[in-house]
T-cell receptor
Framework: DAGVIQSPRHEVTEMGQEVTLRCKPI?????LFWYRQTMMRGLELLIY????????DSGMPEDRFSAKMPNASFSTLKIQPSEPRDSAVYFC???????????FGDGTRLSIL | SQKIEQNSEALNIQEGKTATLTCNYT??????LQWYRQDPGRGPVFLLL?????KEKRKERLKVTFDTTLKQSLFHITASQPADSATYLC??????????FGRGTSLIVHP
């Protein structure tokens, strides 16, 4: 079975540019999560969706970050404009319901120069 | 808000020994605690989930405990192997709680 698919795997861009990260959750999973992982802060939840509806976005750092889930099989995380401090690995995860284990993608390693 | 604390220092052990990793939470008792394994360049992979009313859970060489008095979960790997070397993450889950993860503990099993 295909797991959670994230693209791109790596992204290097200059500060000020718009960055779009993509995620395809596992089919049939109703909850989708976006995380950011850094050495300093570990794995931090940015936002999560339930049945395509954003439930909690309190982890989104600031207005430069936005996330959408237009349908059950696709989500995006956008950063505009990007800054060097946004450099991190961004993970997407999905789960059949919030009380079940999460399935993670292999992440997007983002470097903002 | 909930905070999950894991030992930031790497745990080095010899092959064949039991590895024990610690996870402490600071506030309310979560409905569940879950443990994940993460290899370099990969996403976390789920290992075990233990509920608040369970004291212990086992899966092959893995064992997890949940002590609500100590606000602690222990994760054990018996008969450890070099292939068990990875970073292990502890996190909360379930209900309306926002998922929260610790920073992970690196385990290194020496042959």
């Amino acid at each position: 079975d295909a797991g959670v698919i994230q693209s791109p795997r790596h992204e290097v861009t200059e500060m000020g540019q718009e960055v779009t990260l993509r995620c395809k959750p596992i089919s049939g999973h109703n909850s989708l999560f976006w995380y950011r992982q850094t050495m300093m802060r570990g794995l931090e939840l940015l936002i999560y969706f339930n049945n395509n509806v954003p439930i909690d976005d309190s982890g989104m750092p600031e207005d430069r970050f936005s996330a959408k889930m237009p349908n059950a099989s696709f989500s995006t995380l956008k950063i505009q404009p990007s800054e060097p401090r946004d450099s991190a690995v961004y993970f997407c995860a999905s789960t059949p319901s919030s009380n079940q284990p999460q399935h993670f993608g292999d992440g997007t390693r983002l470097s903002i120069l | 808000s909930q905070k999950i604390e894991q030992n930031s220092e790497a745990l080095n052990i010899q092959e064949g020994k039991t590895a024990t990793l610690t996870c402490n939470y600071t506030n309310y008792s979560p409905a569940y605690l879950q443990w994940y394994r993460q290899d370099p360049g990969r996403g976390p992979v789920f290992l075990l989930l233990i509920r608040e009313n369970e004291k212990e859970k086992r899966k092959e060489r893995l064992k997890v405990t949940f002590d609500t008095t100590l606000k602690q979960s222990l994760f054990h790997i018996t008969a450890s192997q070099p292939a068990d070397s990875a970073t292990y993450l502890c996190g909360t889950a379930g209900g309306s709680y926002i998922p929260t993860f610790g920073r992970g503990t690196s385990l290194i099993v020496h042959p």
